[in-house]
């Protein structure tokens, strides 16, 4: 899917908030973002898995075509627990949530300032920005779902020992 481009027809779009939608590459971010959360997803699917595995088979190995299967349950997983559901939908929330924010004159001073080359570095810097910080977030859920899984386990155990213990 193309992205739309901040370099777009330099007249104003009929649509001021579109136009401005389409300076910010929202329709880009916001796949950057849905691949970042499927491959976050994904390494939690694939943890999961081997735990399951590793219960259900009790140490052995189980057969290829039960790990092929598990592999793309896996896949299903991050795509559907990350799906943004990238629409047109989406796309006029956005432009719904400009046009509530500013009048037709800030969304044409937005455009000029966007269309300028100082616009558009200021635009493509804070894609990048977005995209880093959404990378990080992302390895910080990643190991923070880790720890909290240790946690629960260590406290289940405890729970259970001390209840077995009564």
Known sequence: ??????YAAPSLAEDPAEAVVEA?????????AEAQ?????????????????AAAFKGRKPD?????????????Y???ACRLGINDGLIQGYRASYRAALSDAE???ALAFLRSPEGRKFADAGLAANREASALI???????GVRAATLYRTRLAKILSDAGAQ
Do not use: H, W
């Not at 290829?64 to 299903?76: D, H, N, V, Y």
């Open 1 to 6: 899917m193309a992205a739309l481009s901040l």
């Open 138 to 144: 992302a390895r910080r859920r990643a190991s923070q």
């Open 107 to 109: 969304l044409e001073a």
């Open 24 to 32: 910010l590459n929202i329709r880009g971010y916001l796949l950057a």
């Open 37 to 53: 959360c499927r491959e976050a997803a994904l390494t939690q699917a694939e943890q999961q898995i081997a735990v399951d595995i």
């Open 64 to 76: 290829p075509e039960i790990e092929t299967r598990l592999k793309a349950l896996g896949q299903t």
């Open 78 to 80: 991050a795509k559907e």
